[in-house]
């Protein structure tokens, strides 16, 4: 069944959070520059989310949460809806598979879609996605597009598109089969190719990446990486329009980012016309004290003291895993160490007092420490598949490997809870004679695991600050496969890079159940990450807001922004 943007979903962690805080208390103030609209209804929605980049493609905009942010504003075939699986956006596009010797999709965007500069969608927009995703363009070996992920898009052979048109058929290489195809130019992901071409000056997109033109290429892929870059204060409006129900109106420290109506959107009209995002990072408390936030979505625990008079909040178990990312170099260069820290670390007594919720779904999704890297709590095969976990169930300060080891723990601060984690793994692991440094810093990437700046990340599903997780585990087997720009910690391992591209291809269960136990015996041994719990999210509407619907996923709550409504 497809979830409404309503407000009503089906399943058994269905949870409807109603809020407690009055129409008039929703309202803030308008932001600079937008004196026509202020008489606007507006909504506060704080996230723990950064606003980094509109491109939620790219390995900082998938690790800052851009996808969280702009889902509503930058639209795709689908969407991830609140309880992680993927819902068809026909006001989008169709997408549907089609008979043919290799796997096709046929696309076929909507006649009415235009982007809020007037610039109609059009299947260039995939060919564009399709060829930043793909990993096949490279120059002296490296990737010219810094993508977070290649899954899917790498298997795509071909895309048969006439410029301009609103159709397009997605072939994939003979052979191969990709079963969840529909992640794949999804919201956040579809990025506007006549930006790009405005801004580099190549005119044919699509016959340079046909050609393989790498000169163009080149341009293009930088423009990708970077031209999308958000800083506040210092927006070029040409280059952020919209696809979707909102549009970015402006963006400043004191201000927050808005976003308005989009009044060239062509499906239903948002029910409130003014949205304000308080990204990680904003004084959470003074912003709920001044009646500037209606809708909150962070991790558990992250924001000491809040006053949440006022508010009905929840705390319900997230799609993303929280966990340590581990270095495949430097000090962890060798699996041993890896292992040490592994044992040291007490993930039992970390879920009882970090990670549990008070109340625990029947299906079992944070019902328990995590026991699996790439496989959700609730699967049909967690159970049997996750074995090895055993072996780090209990805390072994004996395990070799760990003498005179010194971890730098980074994750993005302020978050008490993740620096809670790391005093509590610290004052385990001395005993093993491991010193764990507390590397968190408020302008923390992940990236910097990569740099060498730190040893490992605190962070969620593919080293995510905020928001992470789907049903599709495509994000957390993709963080973990060989050059993807997710893998922050370098891991490389053939076999269970082929592993992957079976569970992608093959969905009998039998299959299935063979795969992932063998994947997660793989990384159980050699340890590229340690899984902790299911991340809490803490979630709360006030009242006066309908349609409010939890989504403790890569979405974010904001999944369905533009249905939020205030009553009178």
Same mark, same amino acid.
């Given at each position: 069944m497809r979830p409404s943007r309503r407000g009503h979903r089906p399943g058994i962690r269905a949870r409807r959070v109603v809020a407690a805080l009055s129409a008039?208390?929703?309202?803030?103030?308008?932001?600079?520059?937008?004196?026509?609209?202020?008489?606007?209804?507006?909504?506060?929605?704080?996230?723990?989310? +950064?606003?980094?980049?509109y491109n939620g493609g790219t390995t900082i905009g998938w690790a800052s949460g851009s996808p969280a942010l702009f889902g509503r504003v930058l639209t795709?075939?689908?969407y991830t809806g609140p309880d992680g699986q993927q819902v068809a956006d026909t006001d989008v596009g169709t997408a549907k598979e089609v008979p043919g010797e290799a796997q096709t999709i046929q696309y076929r965007l909507s006649p009415d879609?235009? &982007?809020?500069?007037?610039?109609?969608?059009s299947c260039d927009d995939l060919v564009f996605t399709w060829a930043a995703r793909s990993g096949r363009f490279t120059r002296d070996g490296a990737p010219l597009f810094d993508s977070a992920s290649t899954a899917g898009y790498e298997e795509i052979e071909r895309i048969d598109c006439e410029p301009g048109s609103k159709d397009a058929? +997605?072939?994939?290489?003979?052979?191969?089969?990709? +079963?969840?195809?529909r992640t794949l130019f999804a919201a956040g992901e579809l990025m506007p190719a006549h930006v790009a071409t405005q801004a580099t000056g190549v005119t044919n997109l699509i016959g340079a990446v046909r050609s393989g033109e790498l000169v163009a290429l080149g341009k293009l892929a930088d423009f990708w990486n970077t031209g999308w870059t958000m800083t506040p204060g210092a927006l070029d409006a040409s280059r952020f329009p919209s696809a979707g129900p909102y549009r970015i109106g402006s963006y400043s420290e004191s201000e927050g980012l808005v976003l308005v109506a989009n009044e060239r959107?062509?499906?239903?009209?948002?029910?409130?016309?003014?949205?304000?995002?308080?990204?990680?990072?904003?004084?959470?408390?003074?912003?709920?004290?001044?009646?500037? +936030?209606?809708?909150?979505?962070?991790?558990?625990?992250?924001?000491?003291?809040?006053?949440?008079?006022?508010?009905?909040?929840?705390?319900?178990?997230?799609?993303?895993?929280?966990?340590?990312?581990l270095a495949t170099g430097g000090v962890f260069a060798g699996v041993q160490p890896r292992r040490a820290l592994a044992a040291c670390v007490p993930r039992q007594a970390l879920f009882d007092t970090l990670g549990s919720v008070p109340e625990r779904p029947e299906r079992g999704l944070g019902s328990g420490m995590l026991n699996a890297h790439i496989i959700q709590q609730d699967s049909l095969f967690?159970?049997?598949?996750?074995?090895?976990?055993?072996?780090?169930?209990?805390?072994?300060?004996?395990?070799?490997?760990?003498?005179?080891?010194?971890?730098?723990?980074? &994750?993005?601060?302020?978050?008490?809870?993740?620096a809670a984690t790391v005093r509590a793994i610290a004052d385990s692991c001395r005993a093993a004679g491991i010193t764990v440094v507390d590397a968190g810093a408020p302008d923390f990437q992940p990236t910097r695991l990569a740099e060498g700046a730190v040893d490992a990340v605190l962070a969620g599903t593919a080293a995510a600050v905020g928001p992470a997780g789907s049903t599709t585990e495509v994000a957390a087997v993709s963080a973990l496969r060989t050059g993807n720009g997710s893998n922050v910690g370098r891991f490389g391992?053939?076999?269970?890079?082929?592993?992957?591209?079976?569970?992608?291809?093959?969905?009998?269960?039998?299959?299935?159940?063979?795969?992932?136990?063998?994947?997660?015996?793989?990384?159980?041994?050699?340890?590229?990450?340690?899984?902790?719990?299911?991340?809490?999210?803490?979630?709360?509407?006030?009242?006066?807001?309908?349609?409010?619907?939890?989504?403790?996923?890569?979405?974010?709550?904001?999944?369905?922004?533009?249905?939020?409504?205030?009553t009178r």
């Open positions: 008039a208390t929703l309202a803030v103030g308008l932001a600079a520059g937008c004196s026509s609209e202020s008489q606007v209804p507006s909504i506060g929605y704080a996230t723990d989310a +950064v606003i980094a980049t795709g075939f689908f879609g235009v &982007y809020s500069d007037g610039i109609a969608t058929t +997605v072939v994939f290489r003979p052979g191969r089969r990709y +079963v969840p195809w959107w062509w499906g239903a009209k948002p029910e409130t016309g003014r949205i304000v995002l308080w990204p990680k990072g904003t004084d959470l408390a003074e912003k709920i004290g001044a009646n500037a +936030v209606g809708v909150i979505d962070i991790g558990a625990g992250s924001v000491p003291e809040l006053s949440l008079d006022g508010f009905s909040a929840s705390t319900v178990p997230g799609r993303g895993a929280e966990q340590l990312v967690y159970g049997a598949a996750t074995g090895a976990a055993q072996q780090y169930a209990a805390v072994n300060p004996a395990a070799p490997g760990g003498a005179n080891l010194t971890v730098r723990i980074g &994750y993005r601060t302020p978050d008490d809870r993740r391992n053939g076999r269970f890079d082929a592993i992957t591209d079976q569970l992608a291809a093959d969905d009998a269960s039998a299959a299935q159940l063979g795969l992932l136990t063998e994947a997660e015996n793989l990384l159980w041994s050699e340890l590229p990450s340690i899984p902790l719990f299911a991340t809490p999210r803490l979630i709360a509407f006030g009242t006066g807001l309908q349609n409010g619907v939890a989504g403790p996923t890569q979405a974010g709550t904001g999944w369905n922004m533009d249905r939020w409504r205030l």
